[in-house]
């Protein structure tokens, strides 16, 4: 039973990955807070509530990850449409986009993974939203010495950001499995 809840907490996880919905108003976190109940008291393998923890922080930080990724790709269409200019989407991204990144650089970083294989998770981690600041970075950086031609690389390293999901994903179901959450 345990399996089905986390199956379908993560399963609702990863359909909102592509999204910037706010999670705060869907069923999820009553899913997860009654999973979290379910492996506490269970203990399934020695230091299952310790991985399992930092599961789930770490799927909500690629959940952000992702949000952060997606506000990226609204005010880059938004200048590529010209709805807004080149100056206003770097003013957007420092003011907006990059502080948000920083601060979930911050957090991952601060994440202390308790096994090897939650390690690899925190390295992905650290890569991919060290990718994403680079993108942001450099978006800024080209648009202030009126070098345009970084949008297109940076779109690049924001869609390269988004190829990590595939391996995010299957790292954190081979934990789910080695675990039996």
């Given at each position: 039973?345990?399996?089905?809840?986390f199956g379908i907490l993560l399963s609702l996880v990863f359909s909102l990955t592509a999204c910037s919905?706010?999670?705060?108003?869907?069923?999820?976190?009553?899913?997860?807070?009654?999973?979290?109940?379910?492996?506490?008291?269970?203990?399934?393998?020695?230091?299952?509530?310790?991985?399992?923890?930092?599961?789930?922080?770490?799927?909500?930080?690629?959940?952000?990850?992702?949000?952060?990724?997606?506000?990226?790709?609204?005010?880059?269409?938004?200048?590529?449409?010209?709805?807004?200019?080149?100056?206003?989407?770097?003013?957007?991204?420092?003011?907006?986009?990059?502080?948000?990144?920083?601060?979930?650089?911050?957090?991952?970083?601060?994440?202390?993974?308790?096994?090897?294989?939650?390690?690899?998770?925190?390295?992905?981690?650290?890569?991919?939203?060290?990718?994403?600041?680079?993108?942001?970075?450099?978006?800024?950086?080209?648009?202030?010495?009126?070098?345009?031609?970084?949008?297109?690389?940076?779109?690049?390293?924001?869609?390269?950001?988004?190829?990590?999901?595939?391996?995010?994903?299957?790292?954190?179901?081979?934990?789910?499995?080695?675990?039996?959450?």
């Amino acid at each position: 039973m345990k399996f089905v809840k986390f199956g379908i907490l993560l399963s609702l996880v990863f359909s909102l990955t592509a999204c910037s919905i706010s999670t705060d108003d869907l069923p999820i976190k009553e899913i997860t807070d009654t999973v979290t109940e379910s492996v506490s008291n269970s203990g399934i393998l020695e230091g299952a509530n310790e991985v399992f923890t930092y599961v789930q922080n770490t799927q909500e930080s690629f959940q952000e990850l992702m949000n952060i990724g997606g506000q990226w790709s609204e005010v880059y269409n938004a200048a590529s449409n010209g709805t807004i200019t080149n100056e206003e989407l770097a003013s957007r991204v420092t003011n907006e986009i990059l502080p948000l990144n920083e601060e979930l650089m911050t957090q991952i970083e601060n994440y202390v993974a308790p096994t090897d294989a939650t390690s690899k998770i925190n390295d992905l981690l650290v890569n991919a939203v060290s990718t994403q600041h680079d993108a942001l970075q450099e978006v800024v950086n080209g648009i202030q010495n009126g070098d345009y031609s970084v949008l297109n690389s940076a779109n690049q390293l924001m869609s390269d950001v988004q190829g990590f999901e595939g391996e995010f994903t299957k790292m954190i179901q081979n934990i789910i499995t080695e675990y039996g959450f």
